[in-house]
């Protein structure tokens, strides 16, 4: 059964760094899109950073300069890089990801639970 699970979440000052993992496990055939979705109370989640196929990379606008998606396809990881935190990226981080399961099955989206990120000022 595949699994996203997240790590590295926690508090830090403004200004501050985090470092978010997030690792699948099962078995899977390969990884499509990978990518960090935020989400705040009252609010949709939001796409923060998407790494897809041809190793395309998007940041939303808020983050860029700031926040660094990296994978390493060997442990079936992502990353998620964050600098110089301001208060309102305080939220819920969760990773999403394309995977295909099987070679001629259909890919499918996961997600992960989530982590709480606080960035106080």
């Known amino acids: 059964q595949v699994q996203l699970v997240e790590s590295g979440g926690g508090l830090v000052q403004a200004g501050g760094s985090l470092r978010l993992s997030c690792a699948v496990s099962?078995?899977?055939?390969?990884?499509?899109?990978m990518a960090w979705y935020r989400q705040t109370p009252g609010n949709q989640r939001e796409m923060v950073a998407t790494?897809?196929?041809?190793?395309?990379?998007n940041y939303l606008d808020s983050v860029k300069g700031r926040f660094s998606i990296s994978r390493d396809n060997a442990l079936n990881t992502m990353y998620l890089e964050m600098n110089s935190l301001r208060p309102d990226d305080t939220a819920v981080y969760h990773c999403?990801?394309?995977?295909?399961?099987?070679?001629?099955?259909?890919?499918?989206?996961?997600w992960g639970q989530g982590v709480q990120v606080t960035v106080s000022s």
């Open positions: 999403n990801a394309e995977i295909l399961e099987h070679e001629l099955g259909d890919p499918e989206t996961y």
């Open positions: 790494w897809s196929l041809g190793d395309k990379i």
């Open positions: 099962g078995g899977i055939f390969s990884i499509n899109t």
